[in-house]
């Protein structure tokens, strides 16, 4: 099984940066596809980004352009750089696969003060 640690959350106010990481166990990692997951307050996850094993990147509309996910696979390690950070973004934030997501992390918790 696949597990995963999420780190690098915190508290910033509106406009600030912060990046995440996910160091994943087990040895799928260099061959999955792999996103980035949020869950506000009362609402369900939901997708925020994802990165290919090629490098290919996917960002939902409210974060293209502020967020950068990239991955190190030697490192079995996926990032998500957060720029222009918005009281909005405040959620926890989850990595996993892409497809057939399971054994989610604790998460890292976001949040972004007005």
């Known amino acids: 099984q696949v597990q995963f640690v999420e780190s690098g959350g915190g508290l910033v106010q509106a406009g600030g940066s912060l990046r995440l990481s996910c160091a994943a166990s087990?040895?799928?990692?260099?061959?999955?596809?792999m996103a980035w997951y949020r869950q506000a307050p009362g609402k369900q996850r939901t997708l925020v980004a994802s990165?290919?094993?090629?490098?290919?990147?996917y960002y939902i509309t409210s974060v293209k352009g502020r967020f950068t996910i990239s991955r190190d696979n030697a490192k079995n390690t996926v990032y998500l750089h957060m720029n222009s950070l918005k009281p909005e973004d405040t959620a926890v934030y989850y990595c996993?696969?892409?497809?057939?997501?399971?054994?989610w992390g604790q998460g890292a918790q976001v949040t972004v003060s007005s």
């Open positions: 990165i290919a094993t090629g490098g290919f990147t």
């Open positions: 087990g040895n799928i990692f260099s061959s999955k596809t």
């Open positions: 996993n696969t892409l497809l057939s997501p399971n054994n």
